[in-house]
C-alpha cells in the first residue's frame, strides 16, 4: 500500500527554526508537495521538489532524498502566524497526489 | 469570481437525502478534483477530471458521482447521504494534471449528515 508519515504534532518557539520530517512510500514518486493549512482553511501550496536536495523560499525550505523516501520542511525565524498543519503530498506513478495525514505546528512565545 | 469557490459552505443533511456541492474556479484549469479531509486523515482524493468531458475515480469514490461539462464547473453529487459521509470536503483545480503542477483549494464545504 502507499503511505506518507508525518509527526501529528510539533512545538516550537516563536524566532527559533523547526524541522518537519515526512517519509513515504508509494507506489511510483512523480513530485512530492508540501502544502500549509491554518485552522478551518483551505491548504496552499509551499514548496515542490522533485529532485534530490533543498529548495529554498524566504523562510521555507525543503529538502528531497528519494533514494531514502524522505523530506522534510525547515521553517526558520518562526512567527506566531506559522501555527498551522503542514501537509506532505507524494504525486505517484498515476500521477495523484498522496496525502500525509498533517504535523500540527504549535509556535509558542 | 477569483480563484475557486464552493458552495454551500456548511450543511447539515438528513441521511437518505440527496445533496450537489458545487464548485467553480475561474482560472481555465483543465484538471479539477474533489477531497474530503477527516480527522487524522490525509486528504483522500474522491474523484478528479483531466480536463472537460472527462472524469476519473480516486481513492474514495462510493457514494460519490461527479460531472464536467464545461471547464469551469465540477460538481459533486451524492446520491443518498449516510452519516460516514460527514466530512469537510474541498474542490481543487491544476492548470493540467501531473507534473509539478500546484493544486488550488476552493474554502470547502464542512457538511454534517446525521
Known amino acids: 500500500g502507499q503511505n506518507i508519515d508525518q509527526p501529528t504534532e510539533m512545538t516550537a518557539t516563536e524566532g527559533a527554526i523547526v524541522q518537519i520530517n515526512c517519509t513515504y512510500q508509494?507506489?511510483?514518486?512523480?513530485?512530492l508537495f508540501w502544502y500549509q493549512q491554518h485552522a478551518g482553511e483551505a491548504p496552499t501550496f509551499l514548496s515542490y521538489n522533485v529532485l534530490d536536495g533543498l529548495e529554498e523560499k524566504g523562510r521555507f525550505s525543503s529538502f528531497l532524498s528519494r533514494s531514502k523516501g524522505y523530506s522534510y520542511l525547515l521553517l526558520k525565524e518562526l512567527q506566531m502566524k506559522d501555527s498551522a498543519s503542514y501537509l506532505c503530498?507524494?504525486?505517484?506513478?498515476?500521477?495523484?497526489?498522496?496525502w500525509g495525514a498533517g504535523t500540527k505546528l504549535i509556535i509558542k512565545p | 469570481i477569483a480563484g475557486i469557490t464552493q458552495a454551500p459552505t456548511s450543511q447539515i443533511l438528513a441521511a437518505g437525502r440527496r445533496m450537489t456541492l458545487r464548485c467553480t474556479q475561474d482560472?481555465?484549469?483543465?484538471?479539477m478534483y474533489w477531497y474530503r479531509q477527516d480527522l487524522g486523515l490525509g486528504l483522500r482524493l474522491i474523484h478528479y477530471?483531466?480536463?472537460?468531458?472527462?472524469?476519473g475515480k480516486g481513492e474514495v469514490p462510493d457514494g460519490y458521482s461527479v460531472s464536467r461539462a464545461n471547464t469551469d464547473d465540477f460538481p459533486l453529487t451524492l446520491a443518498s447521504a449516510v452519516p460516514s459521509q460527514t466530512s469537510v470536503y474541498f474542490c481543487?483545480?491544476?492548470?493540467?494534471?501531473?507534473?509539478?503542477?500546484?493544486?488550488?483549494f476552493g474554502p470547502g464545504t464542512r457538511l454534517l449528515v446525521l
Open positions: 477530471s483531466n480536463t472537460a468531458g472527462t472524469t
Open positions: 482560472m481555465r484549469h483543465n484538471a
Open positions: 481543487a483545480s491544476s492548470l493540467k494534471a501531473g507534473g509539478e503542477e500546484t493544486q488550488y
Open positions: 503530498a507524494v504525486r505517484d506513478s498515476n500521477y495523484q497526489l498522496i
Open positions: 508509494t507506489s511510483g514518486f512523480n513530485g
